[in-house]
C-alpha cells in the first residue's frame, strides 16, 4: 500500500512541477488536490495541508507556486524517510 | 441453423426487424428480444453465435450488437422459459463479459405479441441517445446519461438488492491509492467495486446495483454532484455518501441539495466510513419494517 501511495505521490510531484514550468493552473490545481487526498488518506497530514494551500492558491505567481512546491517536496520527502525507516 | 449477426449499423437493422415482427400473423408463435446492456469488446456478435447454436440448434436466430456494446438477441419460440435458458448459457460462455448477477435479472426480454411497442419505444430511444451520444464532445451534455436499455435494467435494482445476503458497496474514487485503501477497509465484510471515472461509476451502477455508493466529487470526466444527482434521479433509494477532499461549504451545500445520504471528508477516519455503513444498515432496518 504504501508503494501505491510512492508511485502516486512521485507522479503527481511531477505534474506539479510541469505545472509551474507550463503555467498549467489547472494541471497545478488538478494535481493539488489529488495528492491532497492521498496525503490526508495515509494520514499525512501537513503534506495534505500544504497541497491544500496548493490547490486554493490556483492563480498565485510563478515564483509563489514554486515555493509551494518546495514546501511539498520537503514535506514529501519527510513523510517517505519516515514510512521507509518504519517509524509508524 | 440459421443464425444472422449483426454489428454495423445493428440498431438501424433491429428496427427493421422489429417493424417486420409487428406484421407477423400471431400464430407464428412466441417471437422474443433478449436485450442485455454493455457486452465487453471481445465478445462480437460472430462469438455469441456460437453459443446461441448450441441452445437454439433448429431455429432461426439474429444477434444485433450495436456500437454502444448493448445487445439484443432474436428468435422465435413457443417454449415457456427458453430465454432463461438461452442467457443462462451465454452467461457461462462468456462469464468474464457480464457482471455476476443472476442472469434473469440483468436481461430485459421483449414479447413482441404484447411489448412490440415498447421495445419500438425503446429502440427509437436508443437512436436519439446514440445520435447525442455520439456528437462532438463540445456538443455533448456536461451530466452523465443513462443509455435507454440501462433505464430499463435499472428498474429491477430493488429486486436484485433484496436478493444479496451481502452489502455491494461501489467505490467512485479516481486515485487508485485512495480507492485501493477504502475498497481494503470494506473487502473484508463486504462485497466491493472499484470506479476510477464517471463512466465506470455508472456502468457499476446499473449492472451491480450496489447498496451503498461513496462518492469521490473530482472526477477525471465529470463531477460527483452531477453523478450523485443521476444516481438519485434513477434510483431514488440509493444510499450515497460523499467522500471528498473538497471539505467546502458550497460542496456540502450542493451534497444536500443532491439529497446524499452522508458527507465525509478527507482525511477521515476508519470509524467515519464504518458508521457510513452502520447507517445504511439502520435504514434499511427502518425501510423493511
Keep these: 500500500m504504501f508503494q501505491e501511495f510512492f508511485s502516486s505521490a512521485t507522479e503527481l510531484l511531477s505534474q506539479l512541477s510541469h505545472a509551474v514550468q507550463t503555467n498549467n493552473s489547472d494541471g497545478w490545481r488538478t494535481a493539488a488536490h489529488a495528492l491532497k487526498g492521498t496525503s490526508y488518506n495515509l494520514g499525512a497530514k501537513l503534506l495534505g495541508d500544504y497541497c491544500k494551500t496548493a490547490q486554493e492558491q490556483n492563480n498565485a505567481s510563478r515564483d509563489e507556486k514554486q515555493e509551494i512546491l518546495e514546501n511539498i517536496n520537503s514535506e514529501y520527502g519527510r513523510v517517505r524517510a519516515y514510512i521507509k525507516a518504519g517509524e509508524y | ?289
Design chain 2, 1 to 289: 441453423m440459421l443464425v444472422k449477426s449483426v454489428d454495423r449499423d445493428a440498431e438501424k437493422m433491429l428496427m427493421r426487424t422489429v417493424n417486420e415482427c409487428g406484421r407477423l400473423p400471431a400464430q407464428e408463435g412466441l417471437i422474443l428480444f433478449c436485450a442485455f446492456s454493455k457486452l465487453q469488446d471481445f465478445v462480437s456478435s460472430k462469438t455469441l453465435n456460437e453459443t446461441l447454436k448450441s441452445v437454439l440448434s433448429d431455429r432461426e436466430a439474429e444477434c444485433y450488437v450495436c456500437s454502444d456494446h448493448d445487445t439484443f438477441i432474436y428468435w422465435k419460440s413457443s417454449v415457456k422459459d427458453e430465454e432463461l435458458v438461452v442467457i443462462k448459457t451465454i452467461q457461462d460462455d462468456y462469464a468474464q463479459a457480464f457482471s455476476s448477477v443472476p442472469a434473469s435479472q440483468i436481461f430485459q426480454v421483449f414479447d413482441t405479441r404484447s411489448q412490440l411497442e415498447e421495445l419500438r419505444s425503446l429502440l427509437l430511444e436508443k437512436i436519439e441517445f446514440l445520435t447525442t451520444n455520439t456528437a462532438p464532445q463540445d456538443l455533448r451534455p456536461d451530466i452523465p446519461v443513462l443509455s435507454p436499455i440501462q433505464n430499463v435494467l435499472l428498474k429491477k435494482s430493488q429486486e436484485r438488492r433484496a436478493s444479496r445476503s451481502k452489502i455491494e458497496i461501489l467505490i467512485v474514487e479516481d486515485q487508485d491509492f485512495s480507492r485501493k485503501l477504502l475498497m481494503g477497509l470494506m473487502q473484508k465484510d463486504h462485497v466491493c467495486y472499484g470506479a476510477k471515472n464517471a463512466a465506470e461509476a455508472v456502468q457499476y451502477f446499473v449492472e451491480e446495483a450496489p447498496d451503498i455508493i461513496f462518492l469521490d466529487i473530482e472526477l477525471p470526466d465529470h463531477d460527483g454532484h452531477s453523478l450523485a444527482r443521476l444516481f438519485r434521479q434513477y434510483d431514488p433509494r440509493a444510499f450515497i455518501v460523499m467522500v471528498t477532499g473538497n471539505n467546502y461549504q458550497k460542496d456540502v451545500d450542493r451534497a444536500k441539495e443532491n439529497g446524499v445520504n452522508g458527507f465525509i471528508a478527507k482525511p477521515y477516519s476508519k470509524q467515519s466510513i464504518y458508521n457510513a455503513v452502520q447507517s445504511f444498515v439502520q435504514s434499511h432496518l427502518v425501510t423493511a419494517s
